[in-house]
């Protein structure tokens, strides 16, 4: 699970569990990543679980009823789900803070209810009630307790399934079958019930002979085995899911009696079958619904001709009850199969892949019963023809075609420009997603690959191709797995090999990721110069100030005059000045929904004035395909490390001028070379740091996270391996260059403001001193002509007007010595801080490579004992 991933679900718990107040998320997210284990502990064992929580909870059968409802259901991750809440009732403290919030949510909805619930006008006790008021009570009563118990309507069902398609796909909706099919329940094939017997009542059955009576219940039997009542027996209403029950006469012989009453579950099955073959045929449940009831409609037809045969025999009175009983018998097994499956897909409202795995299960806990598992293999056969329709079509061309939402894949209307544009585009992964509940649990472990077959296949068809697997072969249920696993195999290794060769050979990836690192990651050194040449002034300015257009002109220049040149992909690159300098940015990710990202987004933007050079960056126009792998986020990563590198280059810049003037400034007299001596051997520490910390992410990091990137590219077998390897790189590359780590960060960033601030002093003083030498000068010459004494004196204006303006810089040489002292203090301390912090990351969280960085700067030991004395002192601190 990923760190954003962390970060969001544990704001999802405590906005459900109501939790405001204390630390935050933060500290319950680090104590996640700090304890998560590296292994895969999806696959649990729920048995002894299950048993644990059955103990602790004060109705262990609810909760075994409602775990059976649930896995019926075919609900996923119920298992691991039953082992944490086995683990929670260890933990006292938590089950008593779950116990006080359920009861606070306990009341709350009581008292939500209690302002909606509708109320009945009941007599007082006092006064006596008319039997007209009784009845009305009666009936009010009844009719809420049926609301309350008795599921929704099928008809209700059907138009809640019809919106929800008709929403999702306006253009096609569903066909709707005519109301008289539903009007008249006699085409159902089921019992009748409410109907009030035409003619005379017929006698009892108990006053005729018992040879009558037996002939008279064989021939009710063969009604009621169709749903017809008979005159005997009756059937009663079913309410919601429940099976059918018959009332048969009670003044019956008993030993009749008993055996009809064996008969019966036969007829109740028969009822159960016909009536869920009738509603789940109907378009709004889908194709494997529909398939399922066309097998089970198939194999009623042979229980249909048994009756048949039966009833002909009964007319030539060759058919008695015992007779009835035995020719009865090898059908029972199969009703009740067929009742429990169409019962169980009832519960469960499944539909689509959710069918299919109640099938599939029932086939194989069957094993050991070939009859049942026979029988349980034609119908997950059947009714699987139109699902692996749905895939072969995905698998095989890259296209879906599911009008009833009933496959594992979901296709989303996303597009794909967007990726450009939008730093939280997720078109390769929203695009199509994995409907969990959908998954056949025959295919689970092939589902990922299913996903990335038909994403890579389409991902050629939006680039205009039309692609078909060469493989292709009609994909058929079988108990072997292997059968068609293969097959999904095939074609998944067609896909990989057709869109990594399409985007490698024909797109030319790896050659537009070296153009990237030419100019995102510096690799270009002579066009660097010669751009920061150019721009040097127009960078100087208030961002807005500048001329884009201008600056676009100047990197035109610049790419044509360096090797750059020689780049096919040149005319891609861009100018973009952003909203935030580099280290405001990179704080903003990386406080993502903590305390902190809220005060950087309240922030007033306006408070400091962005320079045109920190507000600097590339972009990069990356069109269809190659944005899949090149999206807004990777680019954004590539911009990230291009100004931080960037900005070392014009902190080096800074410092390499300084020297320069410092140069310049040996011409003139200088009071006291002891504090400018102090001044030259900081610049040389500041140098030494910044051309360090610059060949440290640059050769150290970039160059050998780049190369086994290449290497691993060449030896990518797909485009997920392409993705992972490229975004490896990136997160390398950032983490590695201090990039993600706040702490390091925001010492860095200071180190380069200590730099910066340098710079300018020095600058400063070098004018300030040329100034003083320049007036010195001219007051020791005498110019001889009068233009040029006008020279002069012109001269001398202007050296007063500077020397005006820099009078502070003109104070005592104590007054120089504490600025540069300054600086110097606080350098050194922050450098080692810096250092100090690098050694415990590369300790404490194996960052080894961050180590280098303290070999480099303190590769003398210059550092090493203060280093040593403040990781003693640490020590001591904790000790305490």
């Given amino acids: ?51 644990k929580i059955a103990e602790y909870s004060k109705t262990p059968e609810d909760f075994l009823k409602k775990y059976e409802e649930l896995k019926s259901k075919n609900v996923r991750n119920l298992d691991p789900l039953v082992y944490l809440l086995s683990k929670l009732t260890e933990d006292k403290e938590t089950l008593q803070y779950l116990q006080q919030n359920a009861k606070e949510r306990t009341e ?14 009941i007599p007082q006790t006092s006064t006596k009630m008319s039997m007209q ?29 019809r919106d929800k398609h008709n929403k999702k796909n306006p253009t096609q909706p569903i066909p709707v079958f005519p109301n008289w099919v539903y009007d008249r329940p006699a085409l159902i094939g089921d019992f009748i019930t409410g109907t009030t017997p035409v003619g ?32 005997d027996i009756t059937a009663q209403p079913v309410l919601g899911r429940q099976s059918r029950s018959f009332i048969v006469d009670t003044s019956l012989d008993m030993s009749i009696k008993e055996l009809v009453n064996r008969i019966l579950p036969v007829a109740s099955c028969y009822s159960t079958i016909t009536r869920f073959t009738e509603e789940r ?23 249909l001709i048994l009756v048949t045969q039966l009833e002909h025999l009964h007319r030539q009175g060759l058919l008695s009850l015992q007779k009835l009983w035995f020719y009865i018998q090898p059908t029972m097994r199969t009703m009740e199969i067929l009742a429990s499956i169409a019962t169980s897909v009832e519960k469960g409202d499944c539909m689509g892949g959710s069918t299919l795995s109640l099938l599939h299960d029932r086939t194989f806990n069957y094993t050991g019963d070939s009859q049942a598992q026979e029988l349980c293999l034609y119908l997950t056969k059947a009714a699987s023809v139109p699902y692996f329709e749905i895939l072969e079509k995905w698998v095989y061309r890259g296209i879906i075609k599911d009008p009833y939402s009933e496959f594992m894949v979901e296709e989303h ?24 509940h959908r998954i056949p649990s025959f295919l689970q472990k092939m589902a990922d690959k299913i996903l990335s077959t038909g994403k890579y296949l389409n991902v050629v068809r939006e680039c205009g191709r039309d692609v078909t697997c060469p493989d292709a072969k009609e994909v058929l249920y079988t ?31 790896v050659s537009r990721l070296r153009s990237i690192k030419h100019y995102f990651l510096m690799d270009k050194g002579d066009f660097f110069v010669h751009f920061m040449d150019l721009t040097e002034e127009e960078l100087k300015k208030p961002v807005d100030d500048i001329i884009p257009p201008r600056l676009e002109a100047l990197l035109e220049l610049a790419l044509r005059m360096s090797t750059a040149n020689t780049d096919p992909f040149k005319d891609d690159l861009k100018i973009d000045l952003m909203q935030h300098d580099v280290i405001t940015q990179l704080l903003r990710v990386l406080a993502i929904e903590t305390k902190q990202e809220k005060a950087l987004i309240h922030a007033d933007p306006t408070e400091v004035a962005l320079s045109g050079l920190e507000a600097f960056s590339f972009d990069y126009i990356v069109k269809w395909p190659l944005s899949l792998i090149i999206n807004r986020k990777a680019l954004t990563r590539y911009q990230m490390l291009f100004r931080h590198i960037f900005y070392c280059k014009h902190v080096e810049r800074l410092l390499c001028n300084v020297w320069i003037s410092n140069k310049m400034a040996k011409q003139f007299s200088l009071h006291s070379a002891k504090w400018f001596s102090t001044a030259f051997a900081l610049r040389q520490r500041m140098l030494n740091f910044v051309q360090n910390i610059q060949y440290y992410m640059m050769f ?44 390091l960060l925001k010492i860095f960033s200071k180190l380069m403001s200590v730099c910066v601030m340098f710079t300018n002093c020095m600058q400063t003083f070098t004018l300030s001193m040329r100034l003083d030498g320049e007036m010195n000068r001219l007051s020791r010459e005498a110019p001889s002509t009068q233009s040029e004494r006008a020279e002069e004196a012109e001269k001398k204006k202007q050296a007063s007007k500077h020397v005006a303006e820099h009078m502070e810089a003109l104070q005592s040489d104590a007054g120089f010595e504490a600025t540069i002292g300054k600086f110097d203090s606080n350098f050194s301390t922050m450098l080692l801080d810096l250092l100090d912090k690098l050694s415990i990351y590369s300790t404490n969280d194996c960052e080894h490579s961050m180590i280098n960085i303290i070999y480099r700067l303190d590769f003398n030991g210059f550092y090493t004992e203060r280093l040593e004395k403040m990781a003693i002192e640490r020590s001591q601190k904790a000790a305490a």
């Fill in 1 to 51: 699970m990923s760190e954003f991933r962390i970060h969001h679900d544990v704001n999802e718990l405590l906005s459900l569990l109501h939790v405001r107040g204390g630390d935050g998320a933060e500290v319950y997210i680090d104590l996640l990543q700090k304890n998560r284990t590296p292994y895969v502990t999806t696959t649990v064992s729920a048995h002894s679980a299950k048993v």
């Fill in 108 to 121: 709350m909805s009581a008292n939500a209810s209690a302002a909606t619930s509708s109320t009945f006008a």
């Fill in 133 to 161: 008021e009784l009845e009305e009570l009666r009936k009010k009563l009844g009719n809420v307790t049926a609301s309350s118990n008795v599921p929704q309507s099928a008809e209700v069902t059907r138009k809640m399934l």
């Fill in 200 to 231: 005379e009542p017929a006698p009892p059955i108990g006053t005729i002979p018992l040879t009558a009576q037996e002939q008279a219940l064989v021939e009710d039997l063969l009604f009621v085995l169709i749903g017809v009542d008979g005159r």
């Fill in 281 to 303: 045929s109907s378009f709004e449940y889908g194709q494997v619904n529909h398939a399922l009831t066309a097998a089970m409609r198939t194999l009623m037809k042979e229980y």
């Fill in 413 to 436: 209307e996303l597009q794909k420009e967007k990726i450009q544009e939008d730093y939280n585009d997720k078109y390769w992964d929203q695009r199509y997603t994995i409907i969990q």
């Fill in 479 to 509: 108990l072997k797995e292997r059968a068609y696993v293969e097959q999904i195999e095939k074609a998944y290794n067609y896909a990989s090999k057709v869109l990594l060769h399409f985007l490698m050979e024909e797109k030319e990836l």
């Fill in 700 to 743: 150290e990091v970039m160059e050998p996270t780049w190369h086994v990137m290449e290497n691993n590219l060449k030896s990518a077998s797909n485009i997920d391996d392409v993705l992972c390897h490229h975004t490896s790189f990136l997160d390398n590359c950032l983490k590695d260059c201090m990039l993600t780590n706040p702490e």
